[in-house]
């Protein structure tokens, strides 16, 4: 079975820019989750969409947005790019039940000039 | 809020055990995970523990879980350099919030 998928894995993009990401779920998984790590605040998670519904979100500001499609793969889009958006985000999914382990991706990494 | 602390480094050499401590705040996480991170990759489940164990081994892996003092630990014997990785512990709330990361070094 194939793992997580994320494209593109690099991006270099400048200020007021915006960027899509993209990630694809492992077959059968339902539930898409995006976080961004960065060396000063480590993973933080940012939303969890299930069956093209956003289920839950953490503390990012608007300019950060997702959306799922019918088949489960996820897209995310961070609108108005700053620096401090440098950073790997990565995708993970998971059948969509409470508490289960999530399957991550190698990541995208975003460089924003 | 919600905060896991991790010590940000460990050296160890081939062949000892190594133990990366965790410590979290939601005592009502139903699952505490351990995450490996190697360079340039994501994140790969290594582990995990229900909250109502004590203990978990799996091979090399051992979890223990104090729930009173919310501390977990995760011990893996015979340490080799492909271990040398970024080690996260995680609680589910239910988003998963991990610590900053344990970076762990093998020397031969």
């Known amino acids: 079975k194939a793992g997580v998928t994320q494209t593109p894995r690099y991006l270099i993009k400048t200020r007021g820019q915006q960027v899509t990401l993209s990630c694809s779920p492992i077959?059968?998984?339902?539930?898409v989750s995006w976080y961004q790590q960065t060396p000063g605040q480590g993973l933080q998670f940012l939303f969890e969409y299930f069956s093209e519904t956003q289920r839950n979100k953490g503390n990012f500001p608007g300019r950060f947005s997702g959306r799922q499609f019918s088949n489960s793969r996820s897209e995310m889009n961070v609108s108005t790019l700053e620096l401090g958006d440098s950073a790997l985000y990565l995708c993970a999914s998971s059948l969509g039940q409470t508490n289960e382990k999530l399957f991550f991706g190698s990541g995208t990494q975003l460089s924003v000039l | 809020g919600e905060d896991v602390e991790q010590s940000l480094f460990l050296s160890v050499r081939e062949g000892d055990s190594s133990v990366i401590n965790c410590t979290y705040t939601d005592s009502s996480s139903t699952y505490l995970y351990w995450y490996k991170q190697e360079p340039g990759a994501g994140l790969q489940l290594l582990t995990y523990?229900?909250?109502?164990?004590d203990m978990k081994q799996d091979q090399r892996l051992t979890v223990l879980l104090n729930k009173k003092d919310k501390h977990l630990s995760l011990r893996i014997a015979d340490t080799q350099t492909g271990d040398s990785a970024i080690y996260f512990c995680?609680?589910?709330?239910?988003?998963?919030?991990f610590g900053k990361g344990t970076t762990l070094s093998v020397s031969s």
């Open positions: 077959s059968g998984h339902r539930s």
């Open positions: 523990i229900f909250s109502n164990m």
């Open positions: 995680a609680e589910s709330d239910p988003a998963l919030i």
